[in-house]
């Protein structure tokens, strides 16, 4: 019989979140992910969607972001202000186009809340 650990939901997820911490931290040490300044990380906050804020870090203007993706400056300015949701290809496009991963581009979910018991 294989050996087997049993662990909580909790600890599952504290294992998952210490090796993306790792991977993470290998990343910033080896230069390949972009770190921010205490002021870009204010502005970054601030922002009301973090495509708002990496569209303005990297120096694009939201008609010039636009016509780099074919799409209206209107239709990305409603996205960015969270009042309509691209599709996947499109931010596909806008993260090679900002140098950022796709996760960057978008507002973590609300984590939900799920029962591992039967019938519920």
Sequence with gaps: MPDTITLTTEEYQD?????????AMREVAAGTMPTLTHDEA?????????????????????????ALLQISQPYLAQIEAGKRVGDVNLYAKIAKVLKVRIEDLVNDPEPQETSLSEGH
């Design 42 to 66: 204010l502005a970054y906050f601030e922002a009301p969607t973090p495509l708002a804020f990496w569209r303005k870090h990297r120096g694009h203007s939201q008609g010039a972001l636009a």
């Design 15 to 23: 294992l998952i979140d210490a090796r993306d911490h790792a991977l």
